[in-house]
């Protein structure tokens, strides 16, 4: 496995972002100000799916389900979207739980308080908030995309909830040949993921992409976990996916690394 260069400034550290491209418009200029080579090859599409009497019967009987649970931004986001299509003030009485700092963010932003957990941005953090301890009896609402894990709502069922998904949206997965792959390797950059399934999508592409870039930016324990699984050795653990942790872990690493 190459080993990561000494580098000695920003400038010279070029960084692969793979987020949706409506995901990047913040962080790829914060990277470039810093002097950063930024290299954008997003991995995922966000794509809302159209309205079905299902979510339309959930959202205008949301003041039914005692909890909500935004699963990430593009839920807190697309979920907000119908809330305010139905509900021209924000029902009363509903615990708001957003799985991280970013996705809470979008839901504070719209004057909801959204609670989140205190440090493990993921399901199983989620899982050890107070509000979805005791569920007996109680009704719970997920906000998601399309599939995805089923751990959170294994569990809270195992705990007594009624659990349902509103599924708002699908990720879709751009394919880049060979040929673009070898271009955006070719600096062996930093590599930032904001999720397993980012991940996931540039090792189905680049089986050995552990060997082709010089680090990860990884957002959680869990994407860190994955990372080492597909043979990974020098990652940067962030606070969060929120763009201020994301730069931050970049400059970490930038320190560690010189």
Do not use: H
Request: charged share 20%.
């Amino acid at each position: 496995m190459p080993k990561p260069s000494p580098i000695n400034t920003l400038g010279s550290l070029p960084v692969l972002v793979t987020r949706p491209a409506s995901q990047a418009e913040e962080i790829c200029p914060a990277l470039e100000a810093l002097g950063c080579e930024v290299i954008r090859q997003p991995l995922l599409k966000i794509e809302a799916v159209a309205e079905t009497p299902v979510i339309k019967s959930q959202f205008m009987d949301i003041d039914l389900f005692d909890a909500v649970i935004a699963i990430s931004r593009n839920a807190a986001e697309m979920g907000l979207m119908y809330l305010d299509q139905y509900w021209p003030q924000w029902p009363q009485g509903i615990d708001w739980i957003a799985i991280g700092p970013v996705t809470a963010e979008v839901m504070r932003a719209q004057g909801l308080e959204a609670k989140m957990p205190n440090s493990q941005f993921d399901s199983e953090g989620a899982l050890q908030m107070p509000e979805l301890q005791a569920l007996a009896g109680k009704k719970i609402l997920i906000w998601r995309g399309v599939g995805g894990r089923e751990t959170l709502a294994s569990t809270l069922r195992e705990r007594g909830a009624e659990v349902k998904y509103a599924e708002l949206y699908q990720r879709l997965i751009p394919e880049y040949d060979e040929q673009q792959w070898q271009q955006t390797l070719a600096s062996e950059p930093l590599l930032l993921v904001s999720s397993g399934q980012g991940l996931e999508a540039i090792a189905a592409q680049q089986p050995k992409i552990s060997d082709k870039v010089r680090g990860i930016i990884a957002p959680s324990s869990r994407v860190a976990e994955l990372a080492k699984s597909l043979g990974f050795t020098e990652i940067q653990i962030a606070a969060s996916a929120q763009d201020v942790d994301m730069i931050m872990a970049v400059k970490q690493w930038l320190r560690k690394m010189t």
